[in-house]
Nanobody, 122 residues
Framework: QVQLVESGGGLVQPEGSLRLSCAAS????????MGWYRQAPGKARELVAG???????NYPDSVKGRFTISRDNTKNTVFLQMNSLKPEDTAVYYC????????????????WGQGTQVTVSS
């Protein structure tokens, strides 16, 4: 199994910044893509940013230019730097990894963190 633990959420004023971190641990064989999703009340979970093991990132238009995803493969950690935050960015943010564990090294699956709340409000 692979465990993901997020940190860094909180309350921030509009136009402020936050940095989220997510560390993967457990019986990790390999991690392919990692990413961040968010879910606001009454809405579906949506992709915020994704990054491949080689460092290629993708973002939806709603956060492009404001959010930056990065990862440290040596520490199995992914980060999300969020700048110019808006009230509509308020949501629970979830870390995601497409990974294989040592018990099934050829079998990749999605893993999720428990989520961290981000609230943008004055």
């Amino acid at each position: 199994q692979v465990q993901l633990v997020e940190s860094g959420g909180g309350l921030v004023q509009p136009e402020g910044s936050l940095r989220l971190s997510c560390a993967a641990s457990g019986m990790i064989f390999s991690i392919n893509t990692m990413g961040w999703y968010r879910q606001a009340p009454g809405k579906a979970r949506e992709l915020v940013a994704g990054i491949t093991s080689g460092g290629s990132a993708n973002y939806p238009d709603s956060v492009k230019g404001r959010f930056t995803i990065s990862r440290d493969n040596t520490k199995n950690t992914v980060f999300l730097q969020m700048n110019s935050l808006k009230p509509e960015d308020t949501a629970v943010y979830y870390c995601n990894a497409f990974a294989a564990d040592l018990g099934s090294p050829g079998s990749y699956r999605q893993y999720w963190g428990q989520g961290t709340q981000v609230t943008v409000s004055s």
